[in-house]
Nanobody
Framework: QVQLEESGGGLVQAGGSLRLSCAVS????????IAWFRQAPGKQRDLVAS???????YYVTSVKGRFTISRDNAENTVYLQMNSLKPEDTAVYYC???????????WGQGTQVTVSS
């Protein structure tokens, strides 16, 4: 089992910044991918960014140049630095862990990010 705990959400004005953290614990596979998803009210949960255990990163086009995903492997913590925030970034942000099998996948509880205009 893997446990994920998100933190760092909050309320910011457009153009502001937030740094989300995802603390990962438990039986972590040496080969894994951790991703940030977000879900706004009435919308599907969408991938925002991901990072592999080897440090390869991916971003959805709408956040490229504004968000940065990183990980501290020694601490098993993944970060999402969000700059130049826009109201359309408002959502609950979820951390997701994916191991090497379909069963080895877990979600965090989510953290709210609200961006005012």
């Amino acid at each position: 089992q893997v446990q994920l705990e998100e933190s760092g959400g909050g309320l910011v004005q457009a153009g502001g910044s937030l740094r989300l953290s995802c603390a990962v614990s438990g039986s972590i596979s040496g080969i894994n991918l951790i991703a940030w998803f977000r879900q706004a009210p009435g919308k599907q949960r969408d991938l925002v960014a991901s990072i592999t255990s080897g440090g390869f990163v991916y971003y959805v086009t709408s956040v490229k140049g504004r968000f940065t995903i990183s990980r501290d492997n020694a601490e098993n913590t993944v970060y999402l630095q969000m700059n130049s925030l826009k109201p359309e970034d408002t959502a609950v942000y979820y951390c997701n862990y994916q191991g090497q099998t379909t069963r080895d996948a877990y979600w965090g509880q989510g953290t709210q990010v609200t961006v005012s205009s």
